[in-house]
């Protein structure tokens, strides 16, 4: 089977740091995506890891740990306008762009 | 350079009739890939096109069928349409180079 897990729902405050968990089982792994989505628009890229560790770019950083199926995204110096859906994805094999996605987290960042 | 680029914006229907969304990739990329996105979930994809073949399928069922021409833009078409297929329906682009996929804004299509 292939599931991807995220938490539903977040809340943090401007100018903290929050992590968001991707939990992935899928049949073949090739890469993992985190999009960011606002609501009514379409994802933007965020990152992609394929290899073990720590990807950083600027104020987001993304995590990979191919033995425990696990990801997660990390913001910091949250902003207003990071409130949004983050979207983890899987693409499955090499050569292929067929992408299982999760259902996304709704981070809300408060005042 | 433009980016992805869908086309309508948003489209209502009644239950039976067909649908045909339009989809123009980013300048450079050769593969569409479709998928639908209903409220509050993940995108579901549909189908990948590439060279003008569908190259992968995902569990949708054959009411859903696509198109890609020459200059690489694509079409999805959806027959039949049930109350279900109500969704937001996007359209990602990217070439064989690289490893990144550019969504298109969506069409918002609404059965009535």
């Known amino acids: 089977g292939q599931n991807i897990d995220q938490p539903t729902e977040m809340t943090a405050t401007e100018g903290a740091i929050v992590q968001i968990n991707c939990t992935y089982q899928?049949?073949?792994?090739?890469?993992l995506f985190w999009y960011q989505q606002h609501a009514g628009e379409a994802p933007t890229f965020l990152s992609y890891?394929?290899?073990?560790g720590l990807e950083e770019k600027g104020r987001f950083s993304s995590f990979l740990s191919r033995s425990k199926g696990y990801s997660y995204l990390l913001l910091k110096e949250l902003q207003m306008k990071d409130s949004a859906s983050y979207l983890c994805?899987?693409?499955?094999?090499?050569?292929?762009?067929?992408?299982?996605f999760g259902t996304g987290t709704r981070l809300k960042v408060l005042a | 350079d433009a980016g992805v680029t869908q086309s309508p914006t948003h489209l209502i229907k009644t239950r039976g009739q067909q649908v045909t969304l339009r989809c123009s990739p980013k300048?450079?990329?050769?593969?569409v890939s479709w998928y639908q996105q209903a409220l509050g979930q993940g995108p579901q994809f549909i189908f990948q096109?590439?060279?003008?073949?569908?190259?992968q399928r995902g569990n949708f069922p054959d009411r859903f069928s696509g198109h890609q021409f020459p200059n690489y833009s694509s079409e999805l078409n959806v027959n039949a349409l049930l109350l279900g297929d109500s969704a937001l329906y996007l359209c990602?682009?990217?070439?064989?180079?690289?490893?990144?996929?550019?969504f298109g804004p969506g069409t918002r299509l609404t059965v009535l």
């Open positions: 899928t049949s073949g792994f090739n890469g």
């Open positions: 990602a682009s990217s070439s064989s180079a690289n490893n990144e996929q550019f």
């Open positions: 890891n394929v290899l073990d």
């Open positions: 096109y590439y060279e003008e073949e569908e190259r």
């Open positions: 994805a899987v693409r499955k094999a090499s050569g292929t762009y067929k992408y299982i």
């Open positions: 300048s450079g990329h050769d593969t």
